[in-house]
């Protein structure tokens, strides 16, 4: 399998953004997906998660401002942030979960 993440870019503090993350080589239901964001000096952390079953998690910073969602038709995992703040800037990696594959990261940065 492998993940293609994308929809990083620059936006306004308050502003939105919907990070999309693909797989090819298998079917996107079939396994547990996060996303990961790291920071300029700073250890890459979990964001949100998504189980097989749909069961979903966020860390404290995101929740109430962010969702994780299955796009079965494009096979893919989505993560729509909402009210970003510019402490939400970092490159942000899609990963089957517990696993060693990786998306090529996104970068998204929000301006104050």
């Known amino acids: 399998v492998q993940l293609q993440a994308s929809g990083g870019g620059l936006v306004q503090a308050g502003g939105s953004l919907r990070l999309s993350c693909v797989a090819s080589?298998?079917?996107?239901?079939?396994?547990?997906i996060a996303w990961y964001r790291q920071a300029p000096g700073k250890m890459r952390g979990l964001v949100a998660r998504?189980?097989?079953?749909?069961?979903?998690s966020y860390a404290d910073s995101v929740k109430g401002r962010s969702t994780i969602s299955r796009d079965n038709a494009k096979n893919s995992v989505d993560l729509q942030m909402n009210s970003l703040k510019p402490e939400d800037t970092a490159v942000y990696y899609c990963?089957?979960?517990?696993?060693?594959?990786w998306g090529q990261g996104t970068q998204v940065t929000v301006s104050s």
């Open positions: 080589g298998s079917t996107s239901n079939s396994y547990a």
């Open positions: 990963n089957r979960y517990g696993t060693g594959v």
């Open positions: 998504i189980s097989i079953t749909g069961v979903t």
